[in-house]
Nanobody, 124 residues
């Protein structure tokens, strides 16, 4: 089993930055693809970014491309999401997920493990 714990969320003004972290425990996730998803109030959960096990390939939703950066440190069993130029529409609960198959795809159903989420609120 893999446990994922997100941190780093909070309240920030539009144009500001936040860095989310996702710490894995229970098993190393160095061979897993990792993803970030988010769910805004009244909306379905959506894909934000994903990274392959090696970190060589990354994928982003169009809405965050150029503003968000996903990265990982396999030695620390941790994945990060650097969020810059934040907008009020980025307000959501952000979830970290692990895909044991390693594909780094945007489909939720491909991810085996999920964190509990961390709230990000961007004020205008």
């Amino acid at each position: 089993q893999v446990q994922l714990v997100e941190s780093g969320g909070g309240l920030v003004q539009a144009g500001g930055s936040l860095r989310l972290s996702c710490a894995a425990s229970g098993r190393t996730v160095s061979s897993y693809a990792m993803g970030w998803f988010r769910q805004a109030p009244g909306k379905e959960r959506e894909f934000v970014a994903a990274i392959t096990w090696s970190g060589r390939s990354t994928y982003y939703a169009d809405s965050v491309k150029g503003r968000f950066t996903i990265s990982r440190d396999n030695a620390k069993n941790t994945v990060y999401l650097q969020m810059n130029s934040l907008k009020p529409e980025d307000t959501a609960v952000y979830y970290c997920a692990a895909d044991s198959f390693g594909l780094a795809v945007p489909e939720e159903k491909e991810y085996d493990y999920w964190g509990q989420g961390t709230q990000v609120t961007v004020s205008s």
